[in-house]
């Protein structure tokens, strides 16, 4: 790893933070419906059975109707969940009229949690605070969502969610960081040209 990637990671999480701080609410659900609509007519969602999504925080694009486009369309739908015995994030099922309450870190999750391997799951929508067309993504530093990605089954396609001003020139990365295969904001939906050898 190259030394310099913790200090460049810091720098692009703050720059990140405050890019999205500056997003009003509209801007923000505008962002999500344009997401929204270009993942329905995305034939690799429509064919995918088994979705990993996830609650939305405040700065990022709502997902609520993403998550009910999913259970409309009669997919199985799971969402990060604290395990507390296992002391990691897993994916947990996300059931219509599920209730659901802030977890560990404030994010929503099943109250009621029935677990689902990642290697179960067909495509997964992946947050994130910077994305580069490499599919270098930069998470907020605690590496639960790499964790979670790691056991993915080959030809599961993971997938960033981000508002066009998220997309950078590079994000720096590290070998334990997963790359997405394809990003969606609201101006495009592209696959991302993985690097020939790992960063």
């Known amino acids: 790893m190259d030394t310099r990637t913790p200090a460049l990671k810091a720098e692009l999480r703050g720059r990140m ?3 999205r701080v500056a997003q009003s609410r509209d801007t923000l659900e505008a ?3 344009a997401i929204r609509r270009r993942l329905r007519g995305w034939p690799l969602w429509q064919s995918a059975g088994v ?7 405040p700065g990022e694009p709502p997902t609520e109707e993403m998550i009910r486009d999913c259970l409309e369309a009669g997919k199985r739908l799971c969402v990060p969940a604290w395990n507390a015995a296992a002391e990691r994030y897993e994916f947990a099922l996300l059931a219509p009229g599920a209730v659901c309450r802030p977890g560990r870190l404030h994010v929503l999750e099943p109250v009621v ?6 290697d179960a799951v067909d495509l997964f929508l992946t947050p994130g605070l910077a994305f580069d067309e490499r599919g270098g993504r930069l998470g907020h530093g605690g590496g639960h969502y790499d964790r979670m990605l790691v056991t993915r089954r080959p030809g599961a396609l993971c997938v960033g969610l981000a508002c066009d001003f998220q997309i950078v020139a590079e994000v720096p990365c590290d070998a334990c960081d997963v790359r997405m295969d394809w990003v969606v904001t609201p101006a495009r939906l592209f696959r ?3 690097p020939v050898a790992a960063c």
């Not at 979705?51 to 925080?57: E, G, K, S, T």
């Not at 949690?113 to 990642?118: C, I, S």
Request: charged share 20%; hydrophobic share 65%; proline share 5%.
């Open 17 to 19: 933070r405050q890019l």
């Open 31 to 33: 962002a999500g419906e």
């Open 51 to 57: 979705v990993a999504a996830f609650m939305a925080l």
């Open 113 to 118: 949690k029935a677990w689902l391997p990642a």
């Open 192 to 194: 991302c040209e993985l």
